[in-house]
């Protein structure tokens, strides 16, 4: 199938260029319009000469449009182009904020914690969302979407990472238009007595009272949080066993409602209104209680993003199963992906459960009927078996590049996981749906509660058998951007030779392995020559970094402490060798002297020029005698220290007007030299 003959596609994949371009390059709105305006222009030149000129001079100013939509969209969605983005105020002082509660996320520790819409800032209406972070308070009751609050204080900027290859929450709020965080105690604001109701809030409304329900009856604490993941979306009450099973096991899309699950909805409506059909006009019938359910379901599930672009997906779907004709699925995905989704928001494109919904079912269309034909079974249950393994493979074909290039890790067993739970998932959403309704009449017989928390339990055990596997979890698997668009033209290109081989399908397949290859082996012999040394920022601990090569070694007071940071490294670094060491006093960097002051070690050395001076776990010292008697070039403070002895060092540096580095202002320290 040659899929750049549908228009759709090609659309689609101008508009993607146009989004990354407004992306890396971000144009000014003025230009983005110019652009936009000036291509339209020139389309609508060519249109009126349409017959005297050659087709493709028209195909090709249509994609130009469509580039430049697709800039357009980018820069219409950032912060500084919307005129009543709070962030066009002063934001240096305490303002009287109106929050919106927009979405309840998984609290922490410490705060529960929510995505909030900004509505109003002291007497101005205003737009945006921000990170809140209200204090866990048993005496305060927790906020709900919909709910507004009132509160005078200050937005911060969200932190960067401060560590090196560390997970960038910086960049993934951002992503989804979250620049700003509040922190609030439970006394610290005012909860509105009313406020208005908006979609999203009715849908949360509505789930909340199914969860209350379903915890009246008698399910287990973990089958519970099973349920609420699987039919209603709602991830906060999965308990961290459970949630690192299901994704060692590779089955961590079976919790993630996605369009995996309204898949499976379609065709079990699609099956079970059949005899609507009988009706007159009954096909049409049959198509709107079909989209409506669909739609309730998404309501159900609290219309997130996943579930939003899932159900827009499969009402194309649903519409090509009433037109009952041929129907290209890549239209279908391109009309959702093109129309609907990413003019609205294009910032989508940077979510990674948005790469992987549509990798996952762009492989599907695509190399699914491709296994088919490979072997066709004579009897039922064989054939059903290998639609199955079909599916699977097709689908981890599409994500595996994005899983190994966010996760780092692959699960060898993801279609021994498919093969004993996918079979039955129809019967399980189908049955918690019942459980659901049965639920919210109060007609909920106990025996079907006992069925359906034996069913889910022995869903748990399985996946906890194959998580157990551990020799066919492969993790820590080291894999940037160039490896993911080299794996992916691997993948393409050997679906092409499997299409039809020719000399050039092959030459082109093969290309791209060696070039792979020959990445990867680069990677390898640029690294033996390469050593650093990183002095991270860890709250209350020490921990430094020293690459040689290849190898790491971890000096360090707590390994526990220092594992995430130097696993981040290793990964990012293509580390094959690490080991762990306490921390030394002195260390010879480039020929020159670092040496390392803690609480327990405060003596300076006597015989050699100090060049760095590192501060850890709050030492007792006269800083500015000691600037006085050994003159190093930089001090360094790490994150174990006191906020006060850091202020105070910073202070006297200043005077001295000597470098002050502080790792949990400045990030994390390094030298490198090759």
């Known amino acids: 199938m040659r899929l750049l003959q549908f228009t759709t596609v090609k659309l689609t994949l101008c508009l993607i260029c146009g989004i990354l371009i407004g992306y890396y390059l971000r144009p000014s709105l003025p230009l983005s319009l110019s652009l936009t305006a000036a291509s339209l222009i020139l389309l609508g030149v060519v249109f009126a000469y349409y017959h005297k000129l050659p087709t493709f001079l028209f195909a090709f100013f249509t994609g130009l449009l469509a580039i430049a939509i697709g800039i357009l969209s ?202 609507l059909e009988l009706l007159p006009k009954g096909r049409t019938i049959k198509l709107v209680v079909i989209v409506l359910l669909l739609w309730a379901f998404a309501l159900l599930a609290g219309l997130s993003a996943s579930i939003l672009r899932a159900t827009t997906m499969f009402t194309f779907v649903a519409y090509a199963l009433y037109l009952n004709r041929p129907t290209s699925h890549f239209n279908i995905l391109a009309l959702s992906l093109f129309f609907i989704l990413l003019l609205l928001d294009p910032l989508l494109l940077f979510q990674v459960g948005f790469q992987l919904s549509y990798a996952a079912v762009f492989a599907i269309v695509w190399i699914y009927p491709l296994l088919q034909k490979l072997w066709i079974p004579q009897y039922w249950i064989i054939k059903k078996g290998w639609e199955l393994v079909s599916v699977s493979i097709a689908a981890q074909l599409g994500v595996f590049p994005i899983s ?36 919210l009449a109060n007609s909920l017989p106990p025996v079907l509660v006992t069925i359906y928390d034996t069913v889910i339990r022995w869903m748990n055990s399985i996946i906890g058998l194959v998580a157990q596997q551990e020799n066919f979890l492969f993790r820590n698997i080291s894999f940037d951007t160039i490896q993911l668009i080299l794996s992916y033209a691997i993948i393409i290109s050997l679906v092409t030779v499997f299409i039809k081989v020719s000399y050039k399908r092959v030459v082109v397949f093969l290309v791209f392995v060696l070039c792979f290859q020959s990445y990867i082996l680069g990677i390898g012999h640029l690294a033996q020559d390469k050593e650093s040394l990183v002095i991270g920022h860890l709250g209350r601990n020490s921990g430094l970094i020293h690459q040689t090569g290849q190898k790491l070694t971890v000096f360090t007071t707590n390994p526990e402490a220092t594992a995430r940071m130097a696993n981040d490294y290793a990964i990012a670094q293509n580390i094959i060798e690490m080991q762990h060491r306490p921390i030394k006093n002195s260390y010879l960097i480039g020929g020159k002297r670092m040496v390392i002051l803690d609480s327990t070690n405060m003596a300076l050395p006597k015989n050699y020029e100090v060049s760095t001076l590192v501060l850890t776990q709050s030492p007792k010292i006269n800083l500015e005698r000691i600037l006085d008697s050994i003159g190093p070039n930089i001090i360094i403070a790490d994150g174990s220290n006191y906020k006060s002895y850091i202020s105070r060092w910073k202070a006297t540096c200043h005077k001295k007007k000597l470098p002050f580095h502080h790792t949990g202002e400045n990030g994390a320290f390094i030298y490198t030299w090759q």
């Open 404 to 439: 190994l290039f966010y996760f780092h890790q692959f699960p060898g067993l993801f279609l021994i996981s498919s093969l004993l739970i996918l079979p039955f998932l129809t019967f399980i959403l189908g049955f918690g749906i019942l459980v659901i309704v049965l639920s």
């Open 74 to 275: 980018l820069t219409l969605r950032e912060s500084h182009n919307l005129g009543r983005h709070y962030s066009q105020q002063n934001l240096d002082k305490n303002r009287a904020y109106t929050y919106k509660i927009r979405e309840v996320l998984k609290p922490n520790g410490y705060s529960d914690r929510y995505v909030a819409n900004v509505i109003g800032m002291d007497n101005l209406k205003v737009s945006g969302k921000i990170l809140l972070n209200i204090a866990v308070d048993s005496s305060v009751k927790p906020l709900m979407v919909d709910d507004e609050i009132l509160a005078y204080t200050t937005l911060y900027p969200i932190a960067p990472p401060l560590n090196p290859h560390q997970f960038n929450y910086k960049k993934y709020l951002s992503n989804i238009g979250i620049e700003h965080q509040v922190k609030l105690e439970g006394h610290e604001y005012y909860l509105k007595p009313q406020a208005s109701t908006t979609i999203f809030g009715t849908a949360y409304r509505i789930r909340d009272h199914i969860i209350q329900n379903l915890k009246k009856e008698d399910f287990g604490a973990e089958e519970l949080g099973v349920i609420q993941a699987l039919l209603l979306g709602q991830r906060n009450e999965i308990t961290a066993e459970i949630d690192t099973e299901y994704k060692d096991a590779g089955a961590y899309h079976i919790l993630a409602l996605s369009g995996l699950h309204i898949g499976i909805l379609l065709g079990l409506f699609h099956f079970l209104l059949r005899p």
